[in-house]
């Protein structure tokens, strides 16, 4: 990668070797770093001091260098690969009909991905068996084994719902939500798919695993931020932050109006926080080696809502 080459000038590149023109959907694309784990490079940098946490894909901003994040992962000896998906999901863009064809496969392939790997929880058993069922049809179509527990090693099932019943209970759920469906194109399984999670809130969120910190700033903070546990989960989403428990229960929610400052380095990031019924403004330090991702999405979102205000 050329050192003058920016995430943004490769994301347009990659929609053009895909062949995708509309400008609104390409606005809404953006580039990731997935961490692959470790290179065993012996001339890696320790500069991992929040090592434990898991690592979850950095969204990158377009002005960006490219060649900066390579060179990062680099000294940190760290494996890596860069995704293109969608970065932003605004109110109200979370339908899909009449979109382009290829951008919506992206856009399923990415609610699959957030499914299986249960940054997309659903309500019921029924919505998980009828999303496993469209993903297993559309894979595999008439070549879906009969045997149960052929049938559930193909890890169709969100791991962390798996457990919840019987390998036989989940096979036969399986066989009766993909009645049918084996003679439906794979398009229309796509929008199937779609329809069943775009009303899903998560939908599209970033997340991110934190620490929380000491802060100067405790005898100001409301009791509910106090009580928040060492370890956290982020996400962020269009109307903005939300602080999960580690089970991914929702604690605290703040609007991006709220945030009135963020900074800090790559291994922690402090935010300046005030809500309506708050009396004072207050830090919230946190530990994190994925400090610029946070800082990235919050820039982005900020200005996708203000571009659609």
């Known amino acids: 990668v050329e050192p003058f080459v920016t995430v943004g000038q490769v994301k347009v590149l990659c929609c053009s070797k895909l062949g995708l023109t509309h400008s609104d959907s390409i606005n809404t694309l953006g580039l990731f770093e997935y961490d692959l784990g470790s290179s065993d490079s012996s001339d890696a940098l320790d500069l991992d001091v929040n090592a434990g946490l898991r690592f979850t894909p950095i969204p990158l901003r ?9 060179v990062w992962q680099s000294r940190r000896g760290r494996k890596y690969k860069i995704v293109l998906k969608r970065k932003i999901f605004l109110s109200g863009q979370h339908q899909f009909e009449g979109q382009d064809l290829l951008f919506r496969r992206l856009c399923f392939l990415q609610a699959v991905d957030e499914f299986l790997t249960g ?8 919505e998980v068996a009828k999303l496993a069922a469209i993903w297993i049809v559309h894979r595999i179509g008439r070549d879906m084994p009969a045997n149960a527990e052929d049938l559930m090693k193909l890890s169709f099932i969100p791991s962390h719902v798996k457990e919840q019943l019987k390998t036989e209970y989940w096979a036969s759920l399986l066989v009766q939500h993909s009645e049918g469906l084996i003679e439906i194109a794979r398009e229309v399984l796509e929008v199937m798919f779609l329809e069943i999670v775009q009303g899903n809130p998560m939908l599209g969120s970033h997340w991110f695993h934190v620490n929380k910190m000491e802060s100067d700033d405790v005898a100001i903070m409301p009791v509910k931020v106090q009580q928040l546990p060492r370890e956290l989960l982020f996400s962020f989403s269009c109307d903005g932050l939300h602080i999960h428990n580690v089970n991914r229960y929702e604690l605290l929610k703040y609007k991006y109006s709220d945030i009135l400052r963020w900074g800090g380095n790559s291994s922690s990031i402090t935010l300046i926080l005030q809500q309506d019924n708050d009396k004072a403004k207050y830090k919230l330090v946190l530990g994190s080696s994925q400090t610029k991702g946070i800082a990235n999405i919050i820039l982005d979102y900020i200005g996708a809502l203000f571009k659609g205000s």
Do not use: I, Q
């Not at 377009?62 to 390579?70: E, R, V, W």
């Open 62 to 70: 377009s002005k960006d260098y490219l060649g900066d994040s390579l």
């Open 119 to 126: 940054d997309l929880k659903m309500e019921t058993v029924g």
